[in-house]
């Protein structure tokens, strides 16, 4: 599992005497067999024309004795001497891509880092809950508690209130122990998640005792809840995982949904916004963007100024000569380190119209 501290890393490096290969995999041997993927690998390499032996080695040699499968997804980076090598298995499988330039290619793990940090998991029914928190799709911590169980009671039996008929004094009676095993189990589930940086949590059960149990959920906890599904208490961790993760694909979906809109429409009344490849390599380089956003895949040739990092699609449009910039195959890219780099996000954004018709690159500025 990749931290921050290790992206930083990659941000950082640069290959002064050759180029790194970046490997992207989706390593999941639910669908296919190791031998199927390692194939597939070496099929990537040819189409982006690695012919860089060392590093290309390295990478065939970590597959086949150094990784062990058992994650859906890899991200690989290995230099062009053999020197530079990192690997990070991943909770969450990636789309298989191959890229080769001087600096590791970043975008997809910058992705994984902003959208499946620190979330967790809340199964709840009337007697009790258990507690997950995740990293990366990763499991981090699990706890639960148990209240009092919810006794049915026959029609007639049981205490019965002054006026009723037997038996709903039993029903008030269990709804009163269901609703205080609710309510300390929100308590449990405050204490558990207190001091850990969540940023969405997803509530399980049945309909009617979630809708319960959330308004009895602080409010702190109550504002990071980004979903909720069906599952029955006893449900593996495994499908715990699964369906959270499911859960969290599509609210990211919908978050970059509205991203897109709100950029768009800041870009239409000429807010703090650009859209366009131009315009966004030069607030770039302005180290005026908050939020890059980009189409998954979105690449372009450019130029760079090493010494004050100035990035240029068109050189007509450059203060600078072709003579005084370094050509790169992929300024996209560069724009993403840069960015990352001054402290702001980069979205990638998969199959997005507006976006597309936009020119699949803009930015959301801080001034």
């Given at each position: 599992?990749i931290t921050q501290e290790e992206l930083q890393e990659l941000l950082a490096y640069q290959s002064k ?333 998969r199959e997005n119209p507006k976006l597309e018709g936009h020119g699949r690159i803009g930015a959301l500025?801080?001034?």
């Amino acid at each position: 599992m990749i931290t921050q501290e290790e992206l930083q890393e990659l941000l950082a490096y640069q290959s002064k005497n050759g180029v790194v290969i970046s490997l992207y995999l989706d390593s999941d041997t639910a669908h296919e067999n190791t031998e199927t993927i390692k194939h597939q690998v070496k099929s990537m390499m040819r189409a982006a024309e690695v012919d860089h032996e060392k590093a290309a080695a390295a990478i065939e040699q970590y597959l086949d004795l150094g990784y062990d499968w058992s994650t859906p997804g890899v991200a690989v980076f290995s230099g062009h001497d053999g020197t530079f090598f990192r690997a990070y298995p991943t909770a969450v499988a990636f789309r298989n891509r191959v890229r080769v330039g001087h600096k590791p290619y970043v975008k997809p793990l910058a992705h994984l880092i902003d959208f499946y940090a620190h979330y967790g998991v809340i199964l709840v029914d009337r007697v009790g809950g258990r507690f997950f928190e995740y990293h990366l799709g990763e499991l981090q911590a699990i706890d639960g508690v148990m209240g009092e169980e919810v006794h049915k009671l026959k029609q007639g039996s049981g205490s019965s209130a002054v006026g009723m008929r037997g038996g709903m004094g039993g029903a008030r009676h269990e709804e009163e122990v269901a609703h205080r095993n609710l309510r300390e189990t929100a308590a449990a589930a405050a204490h558990f998640f207190h001091g850990k940086p969540i940023r969405r949590l997803f509530l399980a059960g049945t309909s009617e005792t979630v809708a319960e149990f959330r308004e009895l959920l602080p409010k702190q906890l109550q504002s990071c809840i980004a979903g909720t599904f069906a599952m029955d208490m006893n449900a593996g961790e495994h499908e715990v995982r699964k369906q959270s993760l499911r859960l969290l694909q599509e609210a990211n979906a919908e978050r970059e949904e509205k991203l897109v809109e709100s950029w768009a429409s800041t870009v239409a009344r000429g807010g703090t916004a650009v859209a366009g490849l131009d315009d966004t390599l030069q607030a770039v380089s302005e180290r005026r963007v908050q939020t890059l956003i980009l189409s998954d895949g979105y690449r372009f040739p450019g130029y760079v100024d090493e010494t004050s990092s100035f990035l240029v699609a068109n050189l007509a449009k450059s203060p600078l000569g072709a003579d005084q910039l370094t050509a790169v195959a992929d300024v996209v890219d560069a724009a993403c380190a840069i960015t990352l780099d001054s402290g702001g996000h980069v979205e990638v954004i998969r199959e997005n119209p507006k976006l597309e018709g936009h020119g699949r690159i803009g930015a959301l500025l801080r001034y």
